[in-house]
C-alpha cells in the first residue's frame, strides 16, 4: 500500500495549469514540522520542517486555484510518486512527490461582517 497523510502549510503560492483536454494541476510546497522537545538532560532538540512538492489534479487542482494560498493550513492524503529527470547539463535528477487525492483545508476562513 502507498499511502501518504500530512497536516502541515502551504509553502509556496499553488501553481495551476491546464493540460489535456483542459484537466487542471495543481503544483505547491508543502511544509510539515515536528515540534522540538527538551531531554531529560536539558538538551534542546529544535524542530524538525520537511519540505513536501504536492500535486493535485481535476477537481481538487482547480479548489486550489480557487481557495488555496501560501500559508494555509491543509489535511492531505495521497500517494508518493518517484521521478528522475537530466538537466541541460546531463545530471540526474530524483524527485519525490506526494500526489494528493483528498485535501481538507484547516485554516478559518474570515466570515464577512453582518451588516
Known amino acids: 500500500m502507498n499511502k501518504v497523510m500530512l497536516i502541515g ?3 509556496t503560492e499553488p ?7 483542459g484537466v ?20 534542546q532538540v529544535p524542530d524538525r520542517t520537511d519540505w513536501h512538492n504536492v500535486l493535485l489534479w481535476r477537481r481538487l ?8 494560498h501560501k500559508g494555509d493550513k491543509l489535511y492531505l492524503e495521497g ?7 537530466d538537466d541541460k547539463q546531463g ?14 483545508m484547516l485554516t478559518p476562513r474570515s466570515t464577512p461582517a453582518s451588516e
Open 9 to 11: 502549510n502551504v509553502g
Open 15 to 21: 501553481e495551476v495549469r491546464y493540460v489535456d483536454a
Open 24 to 43: 487542471a494541476v495543481a503544483r505547491f510546497r508543502f511544509a510539515t514540522t515536528e515540534k522540538g522537545y527538551t531531554l531529560q538532560n536539558g538538551t
Open 61 to 68: 487542482a482547480e479548489v486550489v486555484e480557487k481557495y488555496v
Open 79 to 85: 500517494r508518493l510518486r518517484y521521478t528522475t529527470y
Open 91 to 104: 545530471k540526474r535528477h530524483d524527485v519525490t512527490e506526494i500526489w494528493a487525492e483528498n485535501m481538507e
